[in-house]
């Protein structure tokens, strides 16, 4: 198994809190990723990571930001939640070689109420 | 645009059944990824196949086995003599070349009945 880890696992949140989603990898991989799951659309595309301090927007990215300060370290922050982030987020990383071609390796997810 | 379709929401059988689960996908670039996953009632997602658009050539695994033909612009997937632990939700993705962004499908739920 890949080594990823995510923390917290659980969160339950109140509407304009700032929540940070922390995930941690030991296997130096160079990109890292952010998915929020719901039901009827699979998996989606909030962040990814390239590098150290190099990050770009994936489809669902209005409302939540992201820092790389350490290549084993994603943070996914919301800067005021609200209820319509209520979902399980995944982390996934993938070592950095030939665009699209790379197999993405997943961690546990965190599951987030907004109330 | 990309676009991965999972047609069937929920599938049920019975233990020893075999199941195929469908995913059609659709993409105008000549070099892309398809990938399957699977997603066990506990949460975590397990990477089970990557296919290249140059390589239909089926594959198997054990009990499962998979189809890639690029006619039908399908990579559908075979479970024989499904068990139990077979049931969870399986995912099919898509990755076009020189973008790490995966296109996922909604997912089908299969659950294998003892």
Redesign the interface.
């Known amino acids: 198994d890949a080594g990823i880890t995510q923390s917290p696992r659980h969160k339950v949140t109140e509407t304009g809190t700032p929540v940070t989603l922390r995930c941690h990898q030991t296997e130096n991989h160079r990109?890292m990723?952010w998915y929020r799951q719901d039901p009827?659309?699979?998996?989606?595309?909030i962040h990814?990571s390239?590098g150290v301090k190099d990050t770009d927007k994936?489809?669902v990215s209005d409302g939540y930001s992201v820092s790389r300060s350490k290549t084993e370290d994603f943070l996914l922050t919301l800067e005021s939640a609200t209820s319509s982030q209520t979902s399980?987020y995944?982390c996934a990383i993938?070592e950095g070689g030939?665009?699209?071609?790379?197999?993405?390796?997943?961690g546990?997810?965190t599951r987030l109420l907004v109330l | 645009a990309q676009k991965?379709t999972q047609a069937q929401t929920e599938i049920s059988v019975v233990e020893k059944e075999d199941v195929t689960l469908d995913c059609v996908y659709e993409t105008r670039d000549t070099?892309?990824?398809l990938?399957w996953?699977k997603q066990p009632p506990s949460?975590?997602?397990v990477?089970l196949i990557?296919r290249?658009s140059f390589d239909e050539q089926n594959e198997i695994s054990g009990r499962y086995s998979w189809n890639f033909q690029k006619s039908t612009s399908s990579f559908n997937f075979t479970i024989t003599a499904s068990q139990v632990v077979d049931s969870a939700v399986y995912?099919c993705?898509l990755?076009?070349?020189?973008?790490?962004?995966?296109i996922?499908?909604?997912?089908t739920r299969l659950k294998v009945l003892a």
């Open positions: 990109y990723y009827g659309h699979g998996l989606r595309l990814y390239y994936g489809e399980v995944f993938s030939l665009a699209g071609s790379e197999t993405q390796y997943f546990p997810g | 991965v070099t892309y990824y990938f996953y949460g975590e997602l990477f990557r290249n995912f993705a990755a076009t070349s020189g973008t790490y962004k995966y996922f499908g909604t997912g």
